[in-house]
């Protein structure tokens, strides 16, 4: 049975629990932790698997598989070949290592654009999705000239500049105000993140589909959360994307802007929690 989390730790996994796994093209850096059912999460730009900690530590019950994708965290970050197929490709070769035929995927913001590449190319391997602060539309020709931006300034003045940039509207305005630890350990997580990672992302997000045509068709239990004060993918975008999937259900994090996983650990944990208990298979 799925345990619900209690309690607002901050759960840090020991060493042994991260693996790095030679997958051909790439080798990442993957926490797995527990038996059962599989339980996948990917996380956001320019993050790493960290941002899941907490879910990793509390869904008891599960199999929980936190790979830090290729260029981002301690993965390898190769010069090229980042594409959101490539991101796809690197998962399914993970879960064939790992000897699961089909996970639960949950995806945030970049994580989840994967999940729709996944449902793309590999849909037999994905049991149920949570879908957090994402959105299946590809960029507008705004968007795309704002990757071409911070693929210039990433190029000229590196990953601490890039982190400057996007801070104030990565996380939301009560976490600025209330957790300034926090905010500091995002700031870090991205100054870490290698150029040729965050280069890499950014082109693969800006070249990405529109995955709106898939939505109807998704065919397993689903889940969309957002934080209530996600300004990069605002709550109302969550709401057409609950929308738009056959039995989805929404919830939305109060106090929690674009990350809510580690803004709101708890509240998330107890919202994917109830929602895995109902799918368990
Ligand atoms: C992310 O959090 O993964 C990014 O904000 C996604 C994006 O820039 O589209």
């Known amino acids: 049975m799925s345990q619900a989390p209690s309690s607002h730790t901050d759960p840090r996994p020991s060493r042994s629990d991260v693996v790095r796994y030679d997958l051909g093209e790439v080798t990442l850096s993957v926490e797995v932790r527990g038996d059962g059912p599989a339980l996948l999460f990917l996380h956001g730009f320019p993050l790493d698997r960290t941002i899941f900690r907490h879910q990793v530590a509390t869904l008891a019950g599960w199999r929980r598989i936190a790979p830090d994708l290729r260029g981002m965290g301690a993965s390898d970050a190769p010069e090229g070949g980042y594409s959101m197929a490539a991101y796809a490709d690197d998962m399914a070769r ?23 590449e996944l449902l793309r190319r590999h849909r037999s391997r994905v049991a149920g999705l949570v879908l957090c602060d994402t959105k299946a539309a590809a960029d507008t020709p705004e968007g795309r000239q704002g990757r071409d931006d911070m693929i ?23 976490t600025h ?21 965050i280069v890499g992302a950014l ?44 039995g989805a259900t929404l919830t939305l994090i109060r106090g929690a802007g674009h990350v809510p996983t580690l803004e709101e650990p708890t509240a998330v944990s107890r919202v994917v929690a109830e929602f895995l208990e109902a799918v368990r298979p």
Request: proline share 7%; charged share 20%; no cysteine.
């Open 94 to 116: 993970l879960l064939d290592r790992l000897g699961v035929q089909r996970a639960v995927v949950a995806g945030l913001s970049l994580g989840g654009y994967v999940v729709f």
């Open 152 to 174: 210039a300034l990433a190029g000229r003045a590196g990953a601490a500049a890039v982190a400057e940039r996007m801070l104030p509207k990565l996380l939301g305005r009560s």
């Open 177 to 197: 105000g209330a957790q300034p630890l926090l905010v500091g350990e995002v700031r870090a997580m991205i100054q870490r993140t290698p150029v040729a990672g």
């Open 203 to 246: 082109r693969a997000m800006k070249e990405r589909p529109d995955s709106t045509p898939l939505l109807a068709d998704i065919d397993v239990p689903t889940l969309v959360i957002s934080g209530d004060e996600d300004e990069l993918i605002p709550a109302a975008a969550a709401r057409e994307l609950a929308g738009a999937v056959p």
